[in-house]
Structures are given as C-alpha cells and as structure tokens.
C-alpha cells in the first residue's frame, strides 16, 4: 500500500528514484516514522519481512537490530527519526557526503531555510526566530554531513541576519551575502520561496 502524507505549504521534496520503504517489527519506531513521514508529505510503502521488496522501493528505513536481515540496498538502520529520513531522501537522489550543500536564508523576524544539493531542493523549513533558524540549521548542517557547505543568506532585514550570521559563520565553508532585491518582489512569496531564490542566487553584494 502507497501511503502519502497530507500536504504542506513547504516546498518538500519527493523521491525521484523510488519510494521509501518501512521494514522493521519495532513498533514504535514503526508508527514514528510513518507519523513523520506523513508530516513532511513524503511517500512511502510499509513493508514485510515475508514478501519480496517491491521493484519501486528506492531506500529502506529499518532499526538497527534489524538491519544485516535485509538484503537490499541503500538500506538506513534508523538512530534518530529525523536523521534517518534526511538520510533516505538523499539516497534516494543518489547524493554523497562530497558534494557542496547550499544553505539559503531569507532573513527577518521569521526566517525561511532551503537546503539545496546538486541543484536538487532536499529540504525546506520555516521557523519563528533567527535563533530557531541558527539551531535548525546547525542540525541540518550535522545530520547531513557534507565535505563543503555554502551560507547565502539575504541582504535585507540586517539586525536579523546578523544575529544569525554571529552563530553560523564559523561553520560553513563559504559565506555569502545575497542582493535579494529579485528574490521576494511578490507579495505572495512566502519566506521559503525566497530562501530558495536566495539560494538559487549568484549575485552576491561586494
């Protein structure tokens, strides 16, 4: 059975390479990930260890214990649910540790995030504070672990984004201020649309 999430007003990726399968008879973690991954509108199939795996699962999420009775790969023995679900939507999109993940921020009192990969967007948040951003960013940052990470935050609202560049600088290999003169001009754009012009944008202020 094809489970779906409901939908959200983020922007969130969907698989491009298969869905994701929940194998495991830890029920707990059983009911969390599908809690989760209709949270974030993700699809995904569950699945039993007494059937074949169907030709369109793409990644597997199991627990730990369970892991080495799948024969099956990529295949993610899941520690941390958010963690195990980032992990899944890269392998889904055959990312790696080496490529450079973009970080876009539109700044204010409500800050927008879009992480982007490989020209792919894999993940996108709003949050309430340029604190709550700095710390969800910082986790992002860990949780996907690549060798090269980029900050381009908006030029605008500059008592919020320098309260957020005095936490993240020290960790990003590069930082860049974008003018964001083009990126939010509708008055619909939502704050993650704009992050994602913003992180999209290759005219950095001098």
């Not at 922007?11 to 974030?40: A, E, N």
């Not at 799948?70 to 490529?99: H, M, T, Y």
């Not at 949780?143 to 984004?161: N, Q, T």
């Amino acid at each position: 059975m094809i489970l779906k999430g409901s939908a959200e007003d983020d922007l969130l990726c969907q698989s491009r390479s298969g869905l994701i399968g929940i194998l495991t008879t830890d029920v707990r973690l059983y009911y969390d990930l599908i809690r989760l991954l209709k949270s974030k509108s993700l699809e995904f199939k569950m699945l039993n260890f007494d059937e074949p795996i169907p030709l369109d699962i793409g990644v597997i999420l199991t627990s730990e214990d369970e892991v080495k009775m799948i024969n099956f790969e990529p295949k993610i023995a899941v520690k941390d649910i958010e963690l195990g679900i980032r992990q899944a939507r890269l392998a889904l999109r055959g990312l790696s540790s080496d490529e450079t993940v973009i970080v876009g921020v539109d700044p204010g009192p409500k800050p927008g995030i879009a992480v982007l990969c490989a020209g792919q967007i894999i993940e996108t948040q709003r949050t309430h504070s340029p604190e709550e951003a700095a710390d969800r960013i910082i986790e992002i940052l860990g949780d996907y672990a690549f060798e090269r990470s980029v900050l381009k935050i908006g030029h605008g609202s500059p008592e919020h984004r320098d309260r957020m560049l005095a936490v993240l600088s020290n960790y990003f290999t590069q930082v860049e201020i974008i003018d964001e003169t083009r990126t939010s001009t509708k008055s619909h754009t939502t704050h993650v649309d704009a992050a994602i012009a913003i992180a999209r944008h290759r005219r950095k202020l001098e």
